[in-house]
Nanobody
C-alpha cells in the first residue's frame, strides 16, 4: 500500500513563501508520477502541479505558473512544492498524489491519480 505524508503547510503573509514536502512509501518511488492538487472550501479540487516519473515533464496550473515549482528527490522518496509570491487566493488544503499508471506526459485530472496524502493546510493572509 502506497502511503503519502505531507508537511510544510502553515500560515504565511501574502508575498511570502512555503515549501511543502510529501514523503512516499510502499512503492518504488521512481515508478510513480507525482503531483499536487489543492481544494479551497466550497470549491472543486484544483490541479496545481505535476511531474512525470521520468522527471522529463512538468506542468503547472495557470494560477500558479511562474510562482510554484514542483521537484522530487528520488533518493529521499520525496516530492516538493516550492511556493513563492503567495496570494490569499492560494489558501487551500494541498494534497500530494501519485500514480503508477503508464501514461505519457502529464495528467491534470484528480481522478486519474491513485494515491493521496491526507492534505496540509496553507493559509495566506492579506
Amino acid at each position: 500500500q502506497v502511503q503519502l505524508v505531507e508537511s510544510g503547510g502553515g500560515l504565511v503573509q501574502a508575498g511570502g513563501s512555503l515549501r511543502l514536502s510529501c514523503v512516499v512509501s510502499g512503492r518504488t518511488f521512481s515508478s510513480l508520477h507525482s503531483g499536487w492538487f489543492r481544494q479551497a472550501p466550497g470549491k472543486e479540487r484544483e490541479f496545481v502541479a505535476a511531474r512525470s516519473r521520468s522527471g522529463g515533464n512538468t506542468a503547472y496550473g495557470d494560477s500558479v505558473k511562474g510562482r510554484f515549482t514542483i521537484s522530487r528527490d528520488n533518493a529521499k522518496n520525496t516530492v516538493y512544492l516550492q511556493m513563492n509570491s503567495l496570494k490569499p487566493e492560494d489558501t487551500a488544503v494541498y494534497y500530494c498524489t501519485t500514480s503508477s499508471k503508464s501514461w505519457n506526459g502529464i495528467r491534470r485530472i484528480a481522478s486519474e491519480y491513485e494515491f493521496w496524502g491526507q492534505g496540509t493546510q496553507v493559509t495566506v493572509s492579506s
